[in-house]
């Protein structure tokens, strides 16, 4: 009988130090995520368009969904400052080909109106954007300190739920076509219907 009181000590004991390391993590990482925090104002994350204007593609002249009406456009994409224009240009049929795509889908109705040539830019973008984003590298996986980190951070979120809960903001403008690149704006060079 005297056996089972020293058990039952030995396993009171042996939360003490998991609760006390739980207490250092959540302290170290609150104490991470203040730092972080600075001034308290979000950062912000500016996305810029390439300082060089771009160069037309070749001329579109497409059949619109319409029976016997065409569409003959100049189109220019404009690109984020960074990107690799040598990518568009390994890309170049495929990018053609997604435009094309895009073009012959719409009615004249539909591109008639300034309205219907910004979703018409919008989509020419998307549809793009679609084609060079597909070469990029897979994300690296993350690092298991990585993950630990997460942990304390979810822990401090429920000590502090305010000390993680400003986000940076990315600032783009409303008059672009895309918000994530690589183009950002599409240019109709020339536009004219038949």
Same mark, same amino acid.
């Given at each position: ?69 065409? /569409?003959?456009? &100049? #189109? %220019? ?9 040598? $990518?568009? !240009? +390994?890309?170049? *049929? ?25 979703? /018409?830019?919008? &989509? #020419? %973008? ?9 070469? $990029?590298? !897979? +994300?690296?996986? *993350? ?41 950002? $704006? ?9």
């Amino acid at each position: 009988m005297s056996e089972e009181p020293k058990e039952k000590v030995k396993k009171k004991g042996s939360k003490l130090p998991i609760i006390a390391a739980l207490v250092l993590v959540a302290a170290g990482g609150g104490f991470f995520v203040m730092k972080g925090k600075g001034d308290g104002k979000p950062k912000e994350i500016v996305i810029k368009l390439s300082k060089v204007h771009p160069e037309p593609l070749k001329e579109f002249l497409v059949n619109l969904r319409d029976n016997g009406v065409y /569409l003959r456009t &100049e #189109i %220019a994409l404009h690109p984020m400052d960074g990107f690799d224009v040598k $990518k568009m !240009e +390994e890309n170049g *049929p495929a990018v053609q080909d997604a435009i094309i795509g895009v073009l012959t889908s719409k009615s004249l109705e539909q591109i008639r109106t300034p309205t219907g040539k910004k979703l /018409l830019k919008k &989509e #020419i %973008a998307s549809a793009v954007n679609e084609i060079l984003s597909e070469g $990029k590298p !897979e +994300e690296p996986k *993350p690092d298991p300190k990585e993950k630990s980190k997460e942990k304390v951070v979810e822990i401090v979120k429920k000590i502090e739920p305010e000390a993680t809960k400003e986000k940076p903001k990315e600032r783009v403008p409303e008059d672009w076509d895309s918000l994530d690149g690589p183009i950002l $704006k599409v240019y109709f060079v020339s536009f004219a219907t038949q």
